[in-house]
């Protein structure tokens, strides 16, 4: 598998791409943001491993422009370490977050993880569903249509519909989604699957601030209503 490692610390390029390079992962490695957004648009990549703090374009502003054409995975690695940091890097599309110093094992062991997550197919979903508000899951294709116009979901809000779609109606806690999207050793806290289901909405929703089919069950979670039953 391809990986784009954007990141201007050439000790820590270097290591990490050695890591990379010894699971048999190929990885070619951008100092800036410019050249990381050429690279990523002139070649495909399985999974992009990007450095918050660069030189000119930075890290979020990356994210953002991968997000309008690519679901790709991102794991952002960063020396901020504040939940608000965090939340805004899901925010705006990132599977992932590492914060510095780390070691090269766990980021290796983070992007399997990752990579893990959005190619298992265990969902039990029909390969296309639609419903009459307009919206379609084609598991198939793992894509997502609203009115045949395709919606640029993430991997982990493909996961997260998904995941709520299996059962419409039944509602699901912050913990049980984050143990489906990130997994059982995610350690951080629970109110990132609030980013990813605000992100969603906006995608999805008619009006995002009235949500009429991801439901909030306020103290419990979230459920899937398809057919915007009140």
Wanted: glycine share 6%; with cysteine; proline share 5%.
């Amino acid at each position: 598998m391809r990986i784009l490692l954007v990141d201007d610390e050439k000790n820590i390029s270097n290591v990490l791409k050695a890591y990379l390079q010894q699971e048999g992962f190929h990885v070619t490695t951008a100092v800036n943001g410019l050249v990381a957004l050429t690279l990523f648009k002139e070649n495909p990549y399985d999974l992009v491993l990007l450095d918050l703090m660069l030189p000119g374009l930075t890290g979020e502003e990356i994210c953002k422009e991968i997000r309008k054409i690519s679901a790709t995975p991102i794991i952002m690695l960063t020396a901020k370490v504040e939940l608000e940091d965090r939340i805004q890097g899901f925010n705006i599309g990132a599977d992932d977050y590492i914060s510095k110093p780390f070691s090269p094992r766990e980021v290796v062991a983070r992007v399997k993880a990752v990579l893990r997550r959005t190619t298992l197919e265990t969902s039990p979903l029909a390969d296309i569903l639609t419903y009459d508000n307009g919206l379609a899951i084609d598991n198939s294709r793992h894509e997502v249509r609203l009115h045949e116009k395709v919606v640029p979901l993430t991997p982990t809000e493909f996961k997260i519909l998904c995941a709520l779609a299996k059962y419409p109606g039944r509602v699901y806690s912050r913990g049980q989604l984050v143990e489906i999207v990130q997994g059982h050793d995610f350690g951080g806290d629970e109110r990132v699957i609030d980013a990813h289901i605000k992100k969603l909405r906006q995608k999805i929703e008619a009006v995002p601030s009235d949500p009429k089919i991801i439901l909030t069950v306020y103290g419990i979670g979230y459920k899937f209503n398809p057919h915007q039953e009140e």
